[in-house]
Structures are given as C-alpha cells and as structure tokens.
C-alpha cells in the first residue's frame, strides 16, 4: 500500500489487539480481573503450592499470620485442598484481623464480590484495600483507584485514582499503566496529556497488555502519537 515500516509496524499492533481484546478500540477503563495474581502474593503462592498442607493448618490453628494467609491461599486456589471460598475467607479474616496486609486485599476481594459466604459490603472492601495498599500490595493499590473511578465504597475521585493507579504503575502494574494513560488521556485530572498516555501505554504494551496496544494503535492511526 505505500506505507513505511513505521506505519505497517503501527497498523500491525493496533490489529493484533483487537483480536487479543476481541473489541474496537474505544475510551474505557479495565475493570478489575478476578484471576490476575498480585505480585506480592508471589512468595505466598508459591509455598501455598508446594508447601505441607498439614503444616501450615497446624500453626494457622495456633494463630501463625503468614500460615493463615497460606492456608487461605490453599483454599482458595485449591492447594492440596478442595477449593472453598468460605474456608479461604475463614482464614484470610483470621490473618487480616492480625494486619496481613495480603489477607486484607484477599478479604477485601471477598467482600467486593460477595464471595465465601460474606455479604457484599463495598464499604468493608474499600477500608481493607486501603490498608493492604498503605502497606504497598500492588493489587490493592490497583483496586483502589478502580474503586475511586467507579464510586465502590467511597466518592468517585478521578484525583485519588490516578495516584493510586501511579503507585501500582510506578511497580509495573500493566493495567494500572494503561488506565493510569486513560486519565491522561480523557483529560480526568487535568489537561489532556497524550505524551504521558503514550508512555504508559508502551510500558504495559511491552508487558503483551491487549488493551496498551489497542489503545496505542488508536492514537497512532488518529495522527496524535506521531
């Protein structure tokens, strides 16, 4: 067609991410993804996977705070258990009632939900997010500016979202890059930046995030990235 390598190279992103994200490219926010590990739960998820189930139960009955946060990990993703939500929440209540800020992200998803026999209480979610991310969870930093952008337990606040999303961001959180970008974007918190928008959207697109490139491929072919 005439294009340089430059054009086909943005042409060729903006196409492989509609078929990753299966959508048009439009203005919207990732909603949270039930299924997507914190990375600082990596440590934890690793000796839920591998570690002595029987172990772990022990000192989690006698009140070890990292053993109930495992053995909560255990029963939620089905560790040398069957999978319960209601036995996960047990334990991750017990751990986040002694301040494990992991425990508190993972009940606090339990509430946002509605999940392991707990009412839905986006309030209780939003206070225990808060304070799994003052202890710098990265989930629960994400979570909580979803939670500001959408007016989950609190006032929306597009100001507090971004400095959330930024917190999360700044340790590589794809998701909060690209909605971070967004408000750059849309011009939620301030004066449109596409600058700002195109870095954080390259950072999460060099992470294989579906929606960076979407998102990068839309400004490109608009003429606003070149």
Same mark, same amino acid.
């Given at each position: 067609?005439?294009?340089?390598?430059?054009?086909?190279?943005?042409?060729?992103?903006?196409?492989?991410?509609?078929?990753?994200?299966?959508?048009?490219?439009?203005?919207? *926010?990732?909603?949270?993804?039930? %299924?997507? /590990?914190?990375?600082?739960?990596?440590?934890?998820?690793?000796?839920?996977?591998? $570690?002595?189930?029987?172990?772990?139960?022990?000192?989690?009955?006698?009140?070890?705070? !990292?053993?109930?946060?495992?053995? $909560?990990?255990?029963?939620?993703?089905?560790? $040398?258990? %069957?999978?319960?939500?209601?036995?996960?929440?047990?334990? /991750?209540?017990?751990?986040?009632?002694?301040?494990?800020?992991?425990?508190?992200?993972?009940?606090?998803?339990?509430?946002?939900?509605? %999940?392991?026999?707990?009412?839905?209480?986006?309030?209780?979610?939003?206070?225990? /997010?808060?304070?799994?991310?003052?202890?710098?969870?990265? &989930?629960?930093?994400?979570?909580?500016?979803?939670?500001?952008?959408? $007016?989950?337990?609190? !006032?929306?606040?597009? !100001?507090?979202?971004?400095?959330?999303?930024?917190?999360?961001?700044?340790?590589?959180?794809?998701?909060?890059?690209?909605? +971070?970008?967004?408000?750059?974007?849309? &011009?939620?918190?301030?004066?449109?930046?596409?600058? &700002?928008?195109?870095?954080? /959207?390259?950072?999460?697109? %060099?992470?294989?995030?579906?929606?960076?490139?979407? *998102?990068?491929?839309?400004?490109? +072919?608009?003429?606003?990235?070149?």
């Amino acid at each position: 067609l005439g294009w340089d390598k430059t054009m086909n190279k943005k042409i060729l992103l903006y196409t492989s991410a509609i078929i990753v994200c299966g959508a048009i490219a439009t203005t919207c *926010f990732i909603k949270y993804n039930e %299924d997507h /590990f914190s990375i600082n739960d990596s440590q934890l998820e690793e000796q839920a996977r591998t $570690g002595d189930i029987n172990s772990y139960r022990t000192k989690a009955e006698q009140g070890d705070v !990292n053993a109930q946060t495992i053995l $909560g990990l255990c029963y939620l993703r089905g560790y $040398g258990v %069957d999978r319960s939500k209601t036995e996960a929440a047990k334990w /991750f209540k017990l751990a986040a009632d002694q301040e494990h800020p992991i425990a508190q992200y993972h009940l606090a998803i339990a509430y946002f939900y509605g %999940d392991g026999g707990l009412k839905e209480n986006k309030e209780t979610a939003f206070n225990l /997010f808060t304070l799994a991310a003052k202890e710098g969870v990265v &989930e629960a930093q994400y979570k909580l500016g979803v939670s500001y952008l959408n $007016g989950d337990g609190i !006032n929306k606040n597009d !100001n507090e979202a971004a400095k959330w999303f930024k917190l999360a961001a700044d340790k590589g959180h794809a998701t909060s890059q690209v909605n +971070l970008g967004m408000l750059h974007l849309t &011009e939620a918190i301030g004066p449109k930046n596409t600058q &700002e928008a195109l870095r954080l /959207f390259n950072l999460a697109a %060099d992470q294989d995030n579906g929606y960076a490139q979407l *998102f990068l491929g839309s400004i490109y +072919l608009d003429g606003d990235g070149d």
